[in-house]
């Protein structure tokens, strides 16, 4: 079914100051997205992640696979944040274990400075591994009851051959610990004697204290208070510029990512529908999926709440088990048509760098009655984009269905 938009649409949809929260005294500077210069640090090629299923132990024929990961592709540079996005189940934590190696990849590349990891005997994957560090969503689960803070701090040093002396260890961890916002005395705390803020905080440094270039987040704050989500996201800035570090943020919350993100990828069902500079996507969201994502961001002023559009989406998200046949959007896609259902659901680059569905590249866009031309803007995944601003370089022959 069609979704609902409540109100018209307003020239900008990107989250207001206030839509978050006030509390984030700090925002990532807008950069350049420019995925081909030479100081790109992170490179993920046509990455896919299949999952086999379980059958019956008499059961012939081939063996079912799930793809939870569907043929990714994009570039991080060096320094910069590249933020994720998607509801529960779009592939973005998949995505996050499969480029640090806890998720066994099923075709495609992930590369460091050039250099493919999972080529690299085990010695190398290791020495490797210590330059991109994990900090996962619940620091409850992820830090040992029994263990204090010093002795999780400390085999990180252990497991990466760090500073073999106590002496050497001691004074790194005091110093980490100082780093993340905590004092000497937390050492000697277990993590059930610690606030959910200060577990992520230990989180944090366990990741950091091995000089790591890169750091994974899978939502690091999703299960923290909005007054400590704050606090962890300017923390996050503040070690981003004082260590140098290049961030990939995974969050469901597109307010979040607004505020923190240099580049954003939006994913639904494992493949990434649009992506591409962080201000562009929130001011001028090309796809549908996108634009409702916008559209249930909380506003703090009334006002803004009120002139606000609402799109809300009709029906279920479809089961990856059973895809629908072209689009995977066009089951809840306000502007699908039958023609969607029969379109190669696969993004063709074309000259620039743009991305395109193949149908709309092969029929060629066609100016419409008032002008507009039925293509995609660069980087988006939609057959009927919302912003449909004319793609002058094609010559235009073939009709296209309208809208």
């Known amino acids: ?55 019956p132990l008499f059961s012939k024929g081939p063996t079912r696979h799930v793809l939870a990961v569907d043929d990714i592709s994009f570039d991080v540079p060096r320094g910069s944040c590249f933020g ?7 592939g973005k934590s998949t995505l996050a274990r499969a480029i640090t190696g806890l998720v066994q990849v099923s075709s495609g590349e992930v590369l ?59 004074l790194r961890i005091e110093k980490v610990i100082r780093q993340v916002g905590l004092n000497i005395a937390h050492l000697d705390r277990y993590s059930n004697e610690l606030s959910g803020g200060q577990r992520q905080r230990v989180a944090i440094a366990r990741a950091i204290i091995c000089e790591p270039e890169i750091v994974v987040l899978d939502e690091p704050v999703s299960a923290l208070d909005v007054s400590v989500q704050a606090q962890i996201i300017n923390l996050l800035v503040d070690l981003q510029e004082t260590l140098g570090l290049t961030y990939l943020f995974i969050t469901h919350d597109l307010a979040l990512v607004s505020r923190f993100a240099d580049a954003t990828g939006v994913m639904y069902l494992g493949r990434f529908i649009e992506h591409g500079p962080t201000r562009r996507i929130c001011d001028a969201p090309a796809h549908p999926y996108t634009d409702s994502l916008l559209s249930v961001v909380a506003e703090g002023d009334p006002e803004e709440a009120r002139a606000k559009p609402v799109c809300l989406l009709d029906g279920q998200v479809p ?85």
């Open 1 to 55: 079914m069609a979704a609902r938009c409540a109100r018209p649409r307003r020239p900008s949809r990107a989250p207001s100051a206030a839509s978050w929260s006030p509390a984030i005294s700090r925002r990532r500077s807008d950069m350049p997205f420019d995925v081909t210069g030479s100081d790109t640090i992170l490179s993920i090629r046509n990455l896919s992640v299949r999952f086999p299923l379980s059958r």
């Open 84 to 90: 994720i996005v998607g509801e529960s189940g779009s």
């Open 112 to 170: 460091l400075d050039g250099q493919p990891i999972q080529s690299l005997p085990p010695r190398e994957k290791r020495r490797l591994r210590r330059r991109m560090q994990m900090v996962l969503q619940d620091p409850r689960a992820s830090l040992d009851p029994r263990q204090t803070v010093y002795d999780v701090l400390r085999e990180a040093l252990i497991v990466h051959d760090i500073d073999r002396t106590r002496e050497g260890q001691r």
């Open 319 to 403: 089961s990856p088990l059973a895809l629908p046949t072209g689009c995977a959007f066009h089951t809840r896609c306000p502007h699908a048509r039958a023609l969607a259902e029969q379109m190669d659901p696969h993004g063709v680059v074309v000259e620039g760098g743009h991305r395109l569905p193949r149908l709309c590249v092969e029929m060629r866009p066609q100016p419409g009655p008032t002008g507009g031309v039925h293509a995609t803007p660069e980087n988006c995944l939609c057959h009927y984009p919302l912003r449909p601003q004319a793609v002058e370089r094609f010559e235009t022959q073939t009709p296209v269905m309208g809208r």
